[in-house]
């Protein structure tokens, strides 16, 4: 129960889903955690349900301003780092005829763009080693229609953590990555559905994935815990498909 002893962490898009379960996680093996929000009632219940050594920082980091911004507040905090998981996303599917380009870049400057400039803004509080993990998605691998945009922000992104692997490596900050099939989160609410279309959405889940349900946060947040401890010390540039058996 201590594999992040003395660590400290940043996890964006911490307050609900996959990052406030890696936020738990994360606090459970002895670390301590900053969350990145956008929203500040959200951001201070999880911190309360999250506990000791938990903190919050707000920001918008599809806004490269934000992002300084941020860095800031969290160096206040956290003069070090020593891991970092970039998580904030949001999923929106579209058919490429209904896809304008204020849709195109609002997904790309929160999936990518937000990723990029959050990690080029938190590299220099990494003073020793560090890890650095990115949540992609299975969407990168698979074809799906309506998701061209969504899995080409996660593509970048697996291309992102091999490139930069390679360029952090003599500073012994290993990048990579985790991509999930369906996992149970608020993110499936905000597709803009129907309540009664969103139990079919969910029943449809069941039978798509061999596995036969969808995943739950706490099995994604294992994996992203597994690459920020050191457990994975030989591990750069790898990426987790943690899915149900989707690609197979
Ligand atoms: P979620 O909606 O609970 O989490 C996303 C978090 O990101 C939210 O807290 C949201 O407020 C935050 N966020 C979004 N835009 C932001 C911005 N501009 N600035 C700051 N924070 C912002 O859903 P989740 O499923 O936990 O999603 C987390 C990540 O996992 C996303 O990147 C998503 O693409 C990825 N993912 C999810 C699934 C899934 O099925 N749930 C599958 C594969 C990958």
């Known amino acids: 129960m201590n594999r992040l002893q003395n660590k400290t962490a940043v996890i964006t898009g911490g307050s609900s889903g996959i990052g406030f379960e890696t936020a738990r996680q994360f606090l459970a093996e002895g670390a301590k955690v900053i969350i990145i929000g956008r929203n500040k009632d959200e951001l201070d219940n999880?911190?309360?349900?999250?506990?000791?050594?938990?903190?919050?920082?707000?920001?918008?980091?599809?806004?490269?301003?934000?992002?300084?911004?941020?860095?800031?507040?969290?160096?206040?905090?956290?003069p070090s780092l020593d891991i970092l998981f970039v998580n904030a996303g949001i999923a929106k599917f579209a058919a490429i005829e209904d896809v304008t380009e204020e849709w195109f870049d609002n997904q790309f400057n929160t999936n990518f763009?937000?990723?990029?400039?959050?990690?080029?803004?938190?590299?220099?509080?990494?003073?020793?080693?560090?890890?650095?993990?990115?949540?992609?998605?299975?969407?990168?691998?698979?074809?799906?229609?309506?998701?061209?945009?969504?899995?080409?922000?996660?593509?970048?992104?697996?291309?992102?953590a091999k490139n930069l692997s390679a360029e952090l490596m003599p500073r012994k900050i290993r990048v990579n990555a985790v991509s999930a099939g369906p996992v149970d989160t608020p993110l499936h609410h905000k597709k803009g559905l129907t309540p009664d279309q969103q139990v079919q959405d969910h029943e449809n889940f069941k039978t798509i994935i061999p596995i036969g349900r969808m995943g739950d946060p706490s099995e994604i947040a294992k994996a992203v815990l597994f690459f920020a401890s050191d457990d994975a010390p030989f591990i750069v540039g790898a990426e987790i498909l943690a899915d149900g058996g989707m690609s197979l």
């Open 113 to 160: 763009k937000g990723a990029y400039f959050t990690i080029q803004q938190l590299l220099p509080l990494f003073k020793g080693s560090g890890s650095i993990i990115l949540n992609a998605s299975l969407n990168a691998h698979i074809g799906r229609p309506t998701a061209s945009i969504y899995g080409a922000t996660k593509g970048a992104l697996l291309t992102l």
């Open 46 to 78: 999880a911190v309360g349900e999250l506990g000791e050594g938990a903190y919050a920082v707000e920001a918008d980091v599809s806004k490269v301003d934000a992002i300084k911004a941020m860095r800031g507040k969290i160096e206040k905090i956290f």
